[in-house]
């Protein structure tokens, strides 16, 4: 990853490819085998995975990622040695769909029940680890936006649903069924929030919506400024609720500090213990108030 992106998620949407679609561009030029450097922004011994798609014109071969301290290693023989010769053996398969479920929570609206406020993050994380930030993070904002509004005896006008999403990493099967429901239903989506950028200290939100609606979020900025958010910029949202777009729903994405994100993504050091208590909650909390302002005064 470019190290010089302040904003790490736009060094990876730049290097992602390698993983992404690396396999079958090297099959193309007759590889047998591929070993991606991990996506990742610090030195360590950690492979980070991630999903790969196969070309179907060019010979599936195997693929793995290998940690950035690996690949260092490796390119640094490469730079000594004409011939170098290296093997690995992968032990992966693809298991058939099976049936999963998203996991919904829900206060009703005291004034207007049928407009729908969705707030969400991701069930499923990959394989290596348990997802701490990738995103449980995200589930436990999720939830915590409604107990926020119980415990403190609020009750919003509008209906907020807390939405665990299940299937992100693999397809977003999960989002899609949603949004599936959303329609077959004639449900009235006018806002959805995620957190799918880790629970790491809140730093704006990230907006796609009208020019309105948009107008009335920033109006907002100054109620969020004293717990460290310091802007709404127009941008994408997040996976999950980005079906809703078609529903005309205003969606925004809360976006986290970055830079030790792409440390653990999918990665076998995404755990627990390495999210920070206070700023997970500092996200939530944020993410509760915008909510709040939504369900109180709606947008246009
Ligand atoms: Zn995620």
Redesign the pocket.
Known sequence: MNPLFINTFEAYGDAVRYRSSGPSNAAKYGAVGVMVRSQASNTDQHPHTGVTFYNAAFPKIPAVSISTAEANWLSELLQHKDVLEVGFTTHCKMENDTLSYNVIGEIKGNKFPDEIITVG??LD?WDLAE?AQ??GA?CVQSIEVIRAFIATGLRPDRTVRAVLFMN??NGAGGAQAYFDSAIAKKENHIFALES??GGFTPRGFSVTASDSQFRQLQKWLPLFIPYGLYYFKKGESG?DIGFLEKTGAALVGLEPDSQRYFDL?HAENDVFEAVSKRELELGAINMAALVWLVSKYGLN
Do not use: R
């Open positions: 993050g991701h994380s997802g990738d995103d995200g992100e990493e799918d950028a996976v993504h």
